[in-house]
């Protein structure tokens, strides 16, 4: 099955940019851009940012980006602010005859 | 405007079998050209897919949850359900039933409030 890891956390001031990352194997990241990636507040339910690599939906900042780069992912928020403040979880397609997702283990983001 | 809310049990006993509901409002699971699934998080972890079902009969699953899963669809009550056998302590966990578009966009963009299901004797 594949595994998707991202790092447990990441900071950054008011106004920086920062970059979390998402590293695929097997069938994920490496051979589609078929990655979503998903905020979530503590005691909420996530909330989806980014789709097929880098689309975002409607209402979502444009603050918010992701790109893809061999099998990894990236997603960067740039112009930090405190409401950024989150866990973010990547997700990635990963199966053929039998389609399925797999979620990343999520990277804590600190707002300094 | 589209709600799903969650409803089960909180509490089930090892080796028992959960059962969840997810009710759906706004919108017609017999009609809806979306995907409706299930999605779980124990608490302080990360995400995890549990399946998903299409049309009324097709339906995707963890293979990592292998056959203890079930996901149905009841379009006279409009809500969908999840049962999940053979329960144990790793399964306690936030229960979410989503709304999604096809699987490999992976656009799970309505999410319920979530419910805790607490595997424990």
């Known amino acids: 099955q594949s595994v998707l890891t991202q790092p447990a956390s990441v900071s950054g001031s008011p106004g920086q940019s920062i970059t979390i990352s998402c590293t695929g194997t097997?069938?994920?990241?490496?051979?589609?851009?078929?990655v979503s990636w998903f905020q979530q507040h503590p005691g909420k339910a996530p909330k989806l940012i980014i789709y097929?690599?880098?689309k975002r939906p409607s209402g979502v900042s444009s603050r918010f980006s992701g790109s893809k780069s061999g099998d990894t992912a990236s997603l960067t928020i740039s112009g930090l602010q405190a409401a950024d403040e989150a866990e973010y979880f990547c997700c990635s397609y990963a199966g053929s005859s039998a389609p399925y997702v797999v979620f990343g283990g999520g990277t804590k983001l600190t707002v300094l | 405007q589209l709600q799903l809310q969650e409803s089960g049990p909180g509490l089930v006993k090892p080796s028992e079998t959960l059962s969840l509901t997810c009710n759906v409002a706004g919108d017609s699971i017999s009609s809806s050209s979306y995907y409706w699934g299930w999605i779980r998080q124990p608490p302080g972890k990360g995400l995890e897919w549990i399946g998903s079902i299409y049309n009324s009969g097709n339906t995707y699953y963890n293979p990592s949850l292998g056959s203890r899963v079930t996901i149905s669809v009841d379009t006279s009550q409009n809500h969908f359900s999840l049962r999940l056998n053979s329960l144990t302590a790793a399964d306690t966990a936030i229960y979410y039933c989503?709304?999604?578009?096809?699987?490999?966009?992976?656009?799970?963009?309505?999410w319920g409030q979530g419910t805790l299901v607490t595997v424990s004797s």
């Open positions: 097929e690599g880098g």
């Open positions: 989503v709304r999604h578009g096809p699987l490999f966009l992976i656009t799970f963009e309505d």
């Open positions: 097997t069938s994920g990241v490496g051979s589609h851009n078929l």
